[in-house]
């Protein structure tokens, strides 16, 4: 399927869910990142601008090139960004925690903490308003978990959230090259990363993408085996540590947001 039609199945699928859902108002955690740019871009062009409130939600480990990126974001979608610095509450919440727990340093709890936070903030928001939560994750994170529960993972629908990370930055640049770079090009250069802790990037926890999406196409889109898999040309060990992690994190993709399709499978994964 080309790019021009999935972005017109996805716009038209976010009107029908918001109209179906009975709800006209949107909150979005805007990171800087790509997958939250793309995802506030496609929201501002399926309900309107006036109808969605981005949020930036910085903390210490936020690089200055995210706050950047998301104001000018917002400035060429012209939308009113909220900025929400969590650093304090994270530091209460530690403090607490340490009267129970030794915390040495920042690890997995502690950032899938921090995403907690966001998401709290960000539900908060959708009460006060009226409003759906969009949540931001794309169709690698959610096959191999790389996100968390209650976290980046609260909304209600996901508008990349059946778009593979590299067919994330496709659309992206396809949106770019006909609109004038409305997604800021900086954007699309960094590297991505959660910015949970300091000098993380999501290919060293994961493996890099252009890796990833075609293996995952082929176990979880086509149905091939492994020993398939590492016939088509890649590594046994990369091959058997993607597949875990899909098994693995059943149980979270149980609890995501909808997304909208765009594409059929031919296995039950």
Known sequence: MDVATTYLIIIKGLKEYFIKSGFKKAVIGLSGGIDSSLSTLLITDSIGRENLFP???PSEFTLK????NSYKLCENLNLELMEINITGIFD???EILSNKFIIKKINVPEENLQARIRGNILMYFANRE???VIGTGNRSEILTGYCTLYGDTVGAIAPIGDLYKTEVYEMANWINRRRNNIIPPSILKEKPSAELNVNQLDEDELH???ILDPILKLYVDEGKSIEEIVNAGFKKEVVRDII??????EFKRQQLPSVIKIRTVKSSR
């Open 130 to 132: 009226q409003a759906l």
């Open 55 to 57: 949020i930036f939600m």
């Open 244 to 249: 875990r992690r899909v098994k693995a994190n």
């Open 65 to 68: 090139t995210s706050k950047k």
């Open 92 to 94: 209460k919440y530690l």
């Open 208 to 210: 890099p993408y252009k």
